[in-house]
């Protein structure tokens, strides 16, 4: 039967394990939405539009910083504090660079031993996909499912590279970004349009002989914001130290996100969603129209001579565009 007459006629197999939190059902249909194949892409649509009622409850939270600087550590601690709380967290991973998939967190599984390990957490690493856009979105749909699942808590990580970290403060509630004590002039490679995204700066590593250097990177820090504006109506952006490996200040991040949610309330959260999902179709719109494109057979028959002819100069790119254009809408 075809996933449509499916649709139609019965519900998803995996839609009932589903909202009752069954983990091999959720990462199923993750796999499922991860998916390429047409066919796929249909079961997927339909499944989550099945589940769009049961999703929206959790708190999402993103979290960004330089390889090595400490999200790892601080997910696993940070993590524990919350399913000592009984809550439930999913962590899922936006790395555009893994090619395979696994990339980013499953290397990292031995920093988040405990928590992978835990009944109330779910950790799914980054969707292998060439561009940002397929893999954000991936991991969009992979948090509506999460959410069905019945985790209440979402935390969306990447490594600090190029476009990612907008990608996920584009999906998430509060963005957070963690830094290395360092001097405050030294932005550590972290461009200053990351520091503009984040609701919450937190300095890690505040122990032992960085302690001092720490305090005073949170200090510079703290300087600096006040320039910028703030991403988030209603609420100023916070810095705080932590040490996720000894522990101290990690359970003040999950207050202060707590406070966060105070302040904006659940009208502004609910502006910033609404924004985020008219975006997030737009981006749908060129993600799927690209791939309709590259799919098309006269587009692809005519493809290879039109990127020669703009390699040479013999033709625009927009000339050439046209081009594409026209074969694709059959002119
Ligand atoms: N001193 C100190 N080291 C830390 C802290 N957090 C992480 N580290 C160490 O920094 C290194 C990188 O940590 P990791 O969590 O893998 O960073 P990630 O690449 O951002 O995920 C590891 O050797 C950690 O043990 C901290 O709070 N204090
Ligand atoms: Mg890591």
Redesign the pocket.
Known sequence: MSAVARAATAPDPLLAPLLAGDRRALAKAITLVESTRADHRERADALLAAILPRTGKSVRLGIT????????????RFGLSLLAEGRRLAVLAIDPSSKRGGGSILG?KT?MEELSRAEGAFIRPSPAGATLGGVARRTREAMLLVEAAGFDTVLVET?GVGQSETAVSDMVDTFLV?LLPAGGDDLQGIKRGVIELADLVVV?????E?KPAAERAAADYRHALRMLRSPTEGWTPEVAT?????GAGVREVWDTVLRFREAVGPAGIARRRATQARAWMWNEVGETLLADLKRHPEVRRRVGALERDVEAGRSTPAAAARRLLEAFHGR
């Open positions: 910083g330089v390889p090595g600087v400490g999200k790892s550590t601080f997910i696993e990292d920093r490594v963690l890690n590593k505040a122990d032992g960085l932590c040490s996720a490996l000894a």
